[in-house]
């Protein structure tokens, strides 16, 4: 499985825009005080929520295999930086928040750990780097 | 060094949407094939260009301190992911290419080496994480 694309620098400050291979655009940048015009997130803001967003696809499959109704999925991460170059994440807490009138708080449970232990790529490949990557997950009723 | 963001669920199928702490929105889907309806790249597609744009801010950074100009900056980047699960990347491909009427051959493969070599935090992490990257580095006149 390959994956492709490619970015342009979009102004004339730190604006990025990354376009794939059915040519949707991300777009990145920095605040002013990093020299961009803070149009969007950073790169490694962006990092952060792409690990969110793989590992939240996951339970969003998983959930409504087993036939329960997802009304929303909140994912609240953060992750603490080292201090010295290259800034590294060293460890990223992550809360998920499924909001739904009919799973439980086992079913939640199982389809975070499946997707943590087996399935998100982006959360392997963050591990494998060294960072400690912890998670809790809840249930609210609409 | 603290970052946080919060991602909810933006349609009725996969559509994710992160909000960073200045409240810029980066937004991931997938495709129909996944179940998704495409309006947005995929998590592990952002991954790839969240590291092609921490890169690419370092090195519009370094080559315009050594007051040379950035007409354009484009990277091309290319993953390879393991077929079995969790389908890490096992290797990435990064072509650099800086347009500019004054900045050297060598002055742009310094900056990619400073980028590659200490800077960039998502690129020491994919590395650490075992994933193998290769770069290359160019220049074109405008």
Redesign the interface.
């Known amino acids: ?9 979009d102004d004339g400050a ?1 604006r ?1 825009v ?1 376009k ?1 291979e ?1 040519g ?8 002013s005080e990093n ?2 015009n ?17 590992s ?2 996951d339970i ?2 998983i959930i409504r295999k087993k036939r329960k109704t ?1 009304t ?10 080292a ?1 010295e ?5 060293t460890s990223i807490a992550v809360k998920y928040i499924l909001v739904s009138p009919d799973a439980t708080e086992g079913d939640m449970k199982r389809a975070c750990e499946l997707s943590q232990d ?9 591990k ?4 400690a990557v912890s998670w809790t997950s809840g249930i609210e009723r609409p």
């Open positions: 499985m390959t994956k492709k694309a490619t970015l342009n620098l730190m990025l990354g794939n059915t949707t655009v991300t777009a990145f940048d920095v605040t020299g961009g803070g149009s969007a997130a950073s790169p490694m803001e962006v990092f952060l929520q792409s690990a969110a967003a793989c939240g696809m969003l499959s997802v929303d999925l909140r994912i609240e991460i953060e992750g603490e930086r201090e170059h290259p800034h590294i994440y087996q399935y998100c790529s982006a959360f392997a490949m963050i494998r780097s060294g960072c």
